[in-house]
């Protein structure tokens, strides 16, 4: 069954605590590459059949008022995934 996956970050300008915690801790765990983390949100959400574009742009609507903050957060992808992948 196909799924659309959602993800969603939160705006730039916003504060990410989660992420914050996670790049002070990963030095800690032996992980020095990385300076910096934002946490962000994924959903997927499973289609019974074929993805149409009308399945998708209701993807879309739900995930700019739903499955998103859109004073604090980005949605920024609406991708389609098969089993295949």
């Given at each position: 069954?196909?799924?659309?996956?959602?993800?969603?970050?939160?705006?730039?300008?916003?504060?990410?605590?989660?992420?914050?915690?996670?790049?002070?801790?990963?030095?800690?765990?032996?992980?020095?590459?990385?300076?910096?983390?934002?946490?962000?949100?994924?959903?997927?959400?499973?289609?019974?059949?074929?993805?149409?574009?009308?399945?998708?742009?209701?993807?879309?609507?739900?995930?700019?008022?739903?499955?998103?903050?859109?004073?604090?957060?980005?949605?920024?992808a609406v991708t389609v995934v098969t089993d295949a992948e």
């Open positions: 069954m196909p799924r659309i996956v959602v993800d969603v970050m939160p705006k730039p300008e916003i504060l990410d605590p989660q992420g914050k915690a996670i790049v002070g801790a990963l030095p800690r765990l032996g992980f020095t590459a990385f300076s910096g983390v934002r946490q962000g949100k994924r959903f997927e959400l499973t289609v019974d059949g074929e993805v149409t574009e009308e399945i998708l742009a209701q993807a879309r609507e739900a995930a700019a008022t739903l499955l998103s903050n859109p004073v604090i957060e980005d949605v920024v």
